[in-house]
């Protein structure tokens, strides 16, 4: 079945770098993204990668693909205040683009 | 550059009431359209998906229909609210294509049914 896993809480303090995880089920995912949602505001695209990579690298932002394992990583690295948010990671679902949703890691970051 | 708009923001409306919310994409052509509900516990449900004009996938049964009158136009109704449909509603579309095609956002609809 599809599932995806996230911890629901990482704080951290300002300037260190936040590693946020996922874990997800379908093999068959070519495309696993990445999602900042910001209070009452809907999902932003952060990044993505392609399921044949392991690592891509978008100026803070470094995302881990263990495909074996079936584990994603976020690092963000100097982690801002602004940055406090829930990350969603999302695998999509074949044919009908039907992306599936992690639970959801808080992210609060400590001045 | 494409965007998607969804209204209201915000709706508070009673317990049997009717419900329509609007979502419009701007900018493409021919996408694949998505309700999704976020509840209180955060996690994303998705409700609908539309790969064309009257063409409705549901995911779950429920209290909630969603129509596609127009190509870039997806309106999620209700007949009579319940409580639990409380919650916020996120429209998104993507790109009809194999390969990456993440979906993209509107700001959402918090609905309190009271």
């Known amino acids: 079945g599809e599932d995806v896993e996230q911890s629901l809480f990482l704080s951290v303090r300002e300037g260190d770098s936040s590693v946020i995880n996922c874990t997800y089920t379908d093999s068959s995912s070519t495309y696993l993204y990445w999602y900042k949602q910001e209070p009452g505001a809907g999902l932003q695209l952060l990044t993505y990668i392609f399921s044949n990579m392991d690592m891509k690298q978008d100026q803070r932002l470094t995302v881990l693909l263990n495909k074996k394992d079936k584990h994603l990583s976020l690092r963000i690295a100097d982690t801002q205040t602004g940055d406090s948010a829930i990350y969603f990671c999302a695998e999509n679902g074949g044919a009908t683009n039907k992306l599936i949703f992690g639970t959801g890691t808080l992210l609060a970051v400590q001045p | 550059s494409q965007t998607i708009h969804q209204w209201p923001a915000t709706l508070v409306q009673p317990v049997g009431s009717p419900l329509s919310l609007e979502c419009t994409v701007e900018g493409t052509s021919n996408p694949n359209l998505y309700w999704y509900r976020q509840a209180a516990g955060r996690g994303l449900q998705l409700l609908f998906y539309?790969?064309?004009?009257?063409?409705i996938s549901s995911e779950v049964p429920q209290n909630l229909s969603a129509s596609r009158p127009q190509d870039r136009q997806f309106i999620l109704s209700s007949k009579k609210l319940l409580l639990s449909d409380s919650g916020f509603y996120l429209c998104?579309?993507?790109?009809?294509?194999?390969?990456?095609?993440?979906?993209?956002f509107g700001n959402g609809t918090r609905l309190t049914v009271t």
């Open positions: 539309s790969v064309g004009i009257g063409q």
């Open positions: 998104a579309w993507s790109a009809v294509r194999w390969g990456n095609s993440p979906l993209h």
